[in-house]
């Protein structure tokens, strides 16, 4: 199991010259938990700080009042619990699937790695996609499971996982679970790529269209994209997540959309093709 040991030297006060050496082993796999975690909030943290941006909302702050069925308080405890959940299904995955050899295998190349997260990257695309759409066929599911989610009619980041643990388990924790043995990666690669699709998640829920956001100039599948989706009218469009489009173009749930300038100030993002 490859590990990050933290080796503090503490100095005997009987005798100076010898130190007393602590190590404390932090797995990859237990990194990979719990980093993504704090990078959730730390990042949907920075958008609370940046304040309202009323210029670049894509929804006012009275329809957010006014749409948004759950408080604030609600969405954070909500999303705790999930993250509780996917905290213990993760920790009693690696106690069963984790080695205890002590050998450190080797990163692999940087090329690799970053075909690993391609193929990461299309994993969760597919599997999410599919998972998704189907969470919205499917009458039970989405009465139960999905609607939890779209209470959130004007999206906000800090609300990005704001799930049923049912869906959180389906979605993100089998779907992580496949991007990681199937692309091959390492537990340390994994954090990162975990903690990028935490970022890029975050990003799409947090109903800004901010200027020079790179996550917009490489990725189609934005907030704005994701926006129309969660809309009254959108349920049927865009289920692609978190990353690409490609499934809902080739499928026929692809919504294209104008960004508008409202008069009010910020954007509102309007369906192109007529709604079924």
């Known amino acids: 199991m490859e590990s990050i040991k933290f080796n503090p030297t503490v100095t ?12 404390f082993p932090v797995s990859d796999e237990l990194l990979g938990t719990f980093v993504p975690i704090a990078v959730y909030w730390i990042y949907s943290g920075i958008y609370v700080m940046l304040g309202d941006l009323n210029h670049y909302r894509l929804h006012t702050k009275a329809e957010e009042e006014t749409k948004n069925v759950v408080s604030k308080g609600t969405v954070v405890k909500g999303v705790l619990v999930q993250q509780a959940f996917q905290i213990a299904v993760s920790l009693l995955l690696f106690t069963f699937m984790s080695g205890d050899s ?28 599919f998972m998704h759409r189907f969470m919205h066929i499917n009458k039970f599911l989405y009465k139960h499971i999905h609607s939890k989610h779209h209470s959130l009619v ?3 980041a800090f609300g990005a996982l ?3 643990p049912l869906e959180g388990l389906i979605l993100d924790t089998i779907g992580g679970a496949l991007s990681f043995l199937i ?6 690669t994994a954090i990162f790529f975990f903690s990028f699709a935490t970022i890029k998640t975050v990003d799409d829920h947090c109903g800004l269209w901010l200027p020079g956001n790179l996550l917009h100039v490489f990725f189609n599948n934005n907030s704005a994209y ?8 959108g349920t049927k469009y865009n289920f692609s997540q978190p990353f690409f489009i490609t499934w809902d173009k080739i499928l026929g749930t692809h919504m294209p959309y104008s960004l508008e300038k409202r008069k009010e100030g910020g954007f509102e ?3 192109i093709k007529k709604i079924d």
């Open 162 to 164: 704001y799930n049923h």
């Open 183 to 188: 692309s091959g990666m390492s537990p340390r």
């Open 102 to 129: 002590g050998v450190v295998l080797p990163q692999p190349s940087l090329p690799v790695i970053i075909l690993q997260f391609v193929v990461a990257m299309v994993v969760v695309d597919t599997w999410q996609y």
């Open 12 to 23: 005997n006060s009987s005798s100076s010259s010898t130190p007393i050496v602590m190590a």
């Open 154 to 156: 004007v999206p906000y």
């Open 226 to 233: 994701h926006d129309i989706h969660h809309q009254l009218y």
């Open 269 to 271: 993002a309007r369906p």
